[in-house]
């Protein structure tokens, strides 16, 4: 989606696509001013047994907008220098990244395997994709 249809998330799926109640519940139930997080949508798709696609797909039938992504995308960092230099980040890190990603690229799903493996945060991995400019693609949500 481009800037320009931002807000018109249900226009992404099929008009005729029913949503789960007890999901529908559970989202509206997390979200607030037309928001939702994006560990609070993890959360319901974990609750519920189904996959953050599916959340995903109900939060945007809901025209609710997903924020605080935990790679730290969707907003810039409110220092941007913190994690600039390579150097700063652990060499099996690193060494990860580069093994994991595809031309440049690495799923947000890989990139949550790598801070568990790691054992470091995913603000962290999406601070390290940053500095390596690796991009982080198709998202669990499917936001991106």
Known sequence: MSHHDADHYAAKHAPDISLNPAIRTAITSQSQQGKIICADAHRVAAEFGVSPAEVGKAIDLLEIRITNCQLGLFAKRETPDTHER???????????????????????????????????????????????????????????
Do not use: H, Y
């Open 86 to 144: 390579i150097e700063e980040f652990p060499p099996s890190l690193m060494a990860s990244l580069e093994t994991a990603q595809t031309e440049g690229r690495l799923s947000c799903r890989e990139a949550w395997r790598v801070a568990e493996e790691q054992n470091l945060s995913k603000a962290m991995i999406g601070a390290a994709c940053d500095a390596l400019q690796i991009k982080i693609v198709t998202c669990q949500l499917g936001t991106f």
